[in-house]
């Protein structure tokens, strides 16, 4: 077998770990004082090794996340090259920043002498931040040329030279206009958001003389915060899922259950797209995994291709709400809510979102459907395919049991459900092995690489307008401005459809959440209901453009041109608004099901 690159190799060794850790503790638990000492912090420490090493990985796979449709993809040539050396060049600048002020805050946590586990210092871990954004400057400098020994040397110059900067003018204070501006044009570029951010973050502290090491510290913040195991754990979960032959089982199993009619198979399709969004993570996973399994049984049952390809790229978008999506379980950890709240919370409202789409989106029209003979709903088949599907439909039970239960932390809980489905679909199916496993560990590092990144830069970027008072002055002025609730959930709608379309979902969550949610309670309402509000109309911002990335997976998966992709989808997003109205409106929708479960 051949050797694992290095950043594959401590990738998947964290997120094997990170896996073993959780299940080793819940074994010992009843045995007293026995187990792995000061477990829980070294499986955070193992999501800051992820966060780095998965980061470097997307990198080298090209998957660092930009603006999308940017210079970078322009028709004439040159404006491409052009774009794309400033873009790599400036990003390689900037992970050099990010360096220095990620070793000063490393040299800060020497000095403290903490410890992690067994003696081992926290700081040795810390520093795999300053050495991460070294490599990853490196690899991106080295990509503004061709030739080893040039890239080598203009990856290490440009990557240097960010260093010098930042280490020289630390603690100084720097006009923030000129930078803005450079950043605004690295980010048309087509420079990774992370180092946009970052690069932001830094300016905004620069502006106010404050020290860099406050950037970094954000980062690490939230990679060992103690819930965030729960994200790469359920999104290899799954990966694994979406690899094998689950998607041809659930497929079967809605197939049989609605029937092969136009009707039935659009709702088997709506309802199966949303429950694979949930656990993938994402809904271009889905796309991916189901688009071609999906489009066939539209087409057949008589749905025309136009909107059997809209169904599956919307209908991919409304996993958000459903546990154990990673979205949902971001905003818990950025909100302060339970996990397991938020879980109870999405449900009733993703079924809403579900009838909306459709419904209000035209997807059981009956006029363009082929009249074609389809077999009809089968209990009998039902129940077979029921059997053949059995492990899959237990993986939610797994999931949300242990951890509503009590059994089991949210750590532990998402720990069980990867153990289960890296065992259920390697042993009771036989369909994962170890190359099968190797790619869906590469896959989940590259995606929670990528994501941390934003998350960690976006966080430091929050950090500081909370401290600049924004979020206060928000208030104040939103209140002003709009006299009641009722005014201020319609411009909320509005806003969040907005943002959605222009930010990742996950660097909005980092960067709007501790703005608004403020904003939103002074107006009575619960955290929990606007969390829902939030995730339901940024479920908008995966079909729109330049941040909607449905409709550029499934651009590539159907073989269709984005515009008629994207046109396709229109009649979705109207359906996918008014839902989230009318779930703004209906607050019970979103707390209902938590206060009876929950007793209040």
Known sequence: MRRLPFDEAIASAALLLMTLIPLVEIALRPLHNMGIANAPMIVQHLGLVLAMAGAVLAERGNHLTSLGNSFASARNPAVRHAANLFAKGSAAVLCGMLAEASWQFVASEMDAGRLLAYGLPVWTIQALMPVGFVVLGVKLGSRCASGLALRIVLGVALTAAGYAFARHFDGAELPLAPFAIGLVLALLAGAPIFAVLGGLALALFWSEGQPLASVPLSHYQITVNPSLPALPLFTLAGLIFARSGAAVRLGALFTASFGGGAIGSSIAAALLCSFFTAFTGGSGVTILALGGLLLPLLKDAGLPEKRGISLVTSA?????????????????????????????????????????????????????????????????????????????????????????????????????????????????????????????????????????????????????????????????????????????????????????????????????????????????????????????????????????????????????????????????????????????????????????????
């Open 316 to 600: 991919s978008a409304l996993g958000v709400l459903l546990a154990p999506s990673v979205p949902l379980i971001m905003y818990a950890i950025i909100a302060r809510v339970p996990i397991n709240t938020m879980f109870l919370a999405g449900v009733l409202p993703a079924l809403v979102m579900v009838f909306f789409l459709l419904t209000v989106g035209g997807y059981l029209r009956r006029d363009g459907i082929a009249q074609v003979e389809r077999p009809k709903a089968d209990f009998t088949a039902a129940r077979k395919a029921a059997w053949a599907a059995r492990w899959e439909i237990l993986a939610p039970v797994v999931a949300i049991g242990s951890l509503a239960s009590g059994l089991a932390t949210p750590t532990e809980s998402a720990a069980l459900t990867a153990a289960y489905a890296l065992l259920t679909q390697s042993i009771a199916h036989r369909e994962l092995d170890g190359p099968l496993l190797r790619r869906c560990l590469a896959d989940c590092a590259q995606v929670i690489g990528g994501v941390m990144l934003i998350l960690g830069m976006a966080l430091g970027l929050t950090n500081y307008l909370v401290d600049a008072g924004i979020p206060d002055a928000a208030v104040e002025w939103v209140q002003g401005a709009l006299p009641n609730r009722f005014a201020f959930l319609v411009a909320l709608n509005v806003f969040l459809f907005a943002a959605g379309a222009l930010m990742e979902i996950y660097a909005a969550i980092v960067v709007l959440v501790p703005l608004l949610l403020p904003v939103a309670v002074s107006y009575g309402i619960d955290p929990v209901h606007f969390g829902v509000i939030f995730l339901a109309v940024m479920e908008m911002g995966f079909l729109c453009p330049p941040a909607g990335m449905n409709i550029f997976f499934a651009s590539a998966m159907f073989g269709k041109p984005i515009r008629e992709v994207a046109a396709s989808v229109l009649p979705a997003l109207a359906a996918i608004f008014l839902g989230a109205l009318a779930i703004s409106a209906l607050p019970w929708l979103a707390t209902g099901l938590p206060g009876w479960v929950m007793g209040g």
